[in-house]
Every structure is written in C-alpha cells, then in structure tokens.
C-alpha cells in the first residue's frame, strides 16, 4: 500500500509539473504574441508617418505607375480631386495595392481593380466587394469626363449609397469613351492615363467567365510613384 500511495503522489505530482509547464508555455506564447502586436503596431506607425510625409511633397498632380503583369499604365491624379488624390497615393505608398488583380474586365468598357479580397482565388465569390471600413466622398469635377484612359472609382449603387461615395480603394480605368459617357457626374474621376493605353486594350480583350472575372489573372503586381517625370 505504501508503495502504491508513494506511485500515486509521484503521479499528481508529475502532473501538476506538467500542469506548471503548460501554463508556462501559454504565458510565453502569449506574451511573445502580446509583443509582436506591439511591434506591428509601431512599424504600422512608422510607415504611415513616412507615408504622409511623402504625400506632403508630392507635385500637385503626381504620376503613379500601375505595374501589371500585362504591362504599365501610367496615371495622372487630379489636383482637384483632393480626396481621392491622396487616398489613391496612401494606399499605393502603403502597397495595399500589390498582389491584387483586375477582377472584373469588360471589353468594350472599363477593366476594374482595387480589391483587396482578390489576393486569394478562395474569395473569388466575394471578388468586388472588398476594400478598407471607409469611403471617399464624392467629388465630381463637370470637367473630368469618362474619357478614354479616364481613372475612376468605383463604388455601390444609388440605392445603398445616395451620396455616391466612393470605394475606399477599388477603382477602374475607361477603355470606351462612348460607352462609359453615362456615368459622367455619378462616379468620381480622379485621374486620366498618360501612357499604356495600348495596356489598358489588352487587358480589356482577355477572356472572362460569365462574372467578367478573367480567366488568367491579370495581376496588379505594384503600385509606385513615377519619379522619372
């Protein structure tokens, strides 16, 4: 019996032990995630007030490079588009644009892009619908047409969004002058491009499912500030 008491408390007592090394080991793993976030949270910081600083000596009508794996497109943003302006410069500073793709094309139309959902194929049902917990308010400039090359954002319908206010990120760029001319003064046209137009033509004739989702993704691959002009 002695014997069998003495294996008993051995046993409670390697168990508490191992109860011990358990906690221990949650501690560490939650201390060290604690840290982590911390860390995050700072480089995040960082990189916004380097971001902002930047947007502060941009020219007033900065040229942003949309590298894709079909080509360049370069674009002019507005002076007069504030808003947009410096939201479409946050965001391609911050790189949330890279690794996105144009999601929807529509030959003949515009070629759409912007959505962060599209990173992952398994979002591809929910393709459209993503984008930052913010919009943009309108600002339609009578000027700023829907010309071909014409950079535009894109956004929910009147029903949902009376004030037509933009995506926070998903745009799109006019490759049918004519046939985007009726939506002059509904969505905000922030940009124009300046050279790929040919780009914006390839881009448009690529096969699509029945959503226009591309078959082959044509993939937004960066973002960047053209510093050359």
Excluded: W
């Excluded at 358990?22 to 380097?50: C, H, I, M, T």
């Excluded at 009508?61 to 007069?80: A, H, N, Q, R």
């Excluded at 300046?194 to 029945?210: K, L, P, R, S, Y």
Aim: net charge negative; glycine share 6%; with cysteine.
């Amino acid at each position: 019996m002695r014997k069998l008491i003495t294996f008993s408390l051995c046993f409670i007592g390697a168990a508490a032990l191992l109860c011990s090394c358990g906690n221990s080991s949650r501690k560490a793993q939650e201390q060290q995630a604690a840290e982590q976030a911390a860390a995050d949270s700072v480089a995040a910081a960082q990189l916004e007030k380097q971001v902002m600083e930047k947007i502060a000596t941009l020219p007033a009508e900065p040229v942003f490079d949309i590298i894709t794996s079909m080509g360049v497109i370069k674009v002019k943003l507005y002076s007069d588009t504030p808003r947009h302006r410096e939201n479409f410069a946050k965001l391609a500073l911050e790189k949330y644009y890279d690794g996105t793709l144009f999601h929807r094309v529509i030959n003949g139309f515009m070629i759409q892009g912007g959505d962060p959902l599209s990173k992952d194929p398994a979002n591809k049902a929910k393709f459209g619908t993503g984008g930052p917990d913010y919009t943009v308010p309108a600002e339609f400039v009578p000027e700023h047409t829907h010309k071909k090359g014409a950079l535009a954002a894109a956004r929910r319908g009147d029903a949902a969004n009376p004030l037509k206010e933009s995506s926070g990120s998903q745009f799109y760029i006019v490759q049918d002058a004519a046939a985007c001319a009726a939506l002059d003064g509904d969505y905000t046209v922030f940009g124009e491009t300046v050279e790929g137009f040919d780009v914006i033509d390839a881009i448009a004739a690529v096969q699509t499912d029945a959503r226009d989702c591309p078959l082959q993704d044509v993939k937004i691959i960066t973002v960047k500030l053209d510093e050359e002009l």
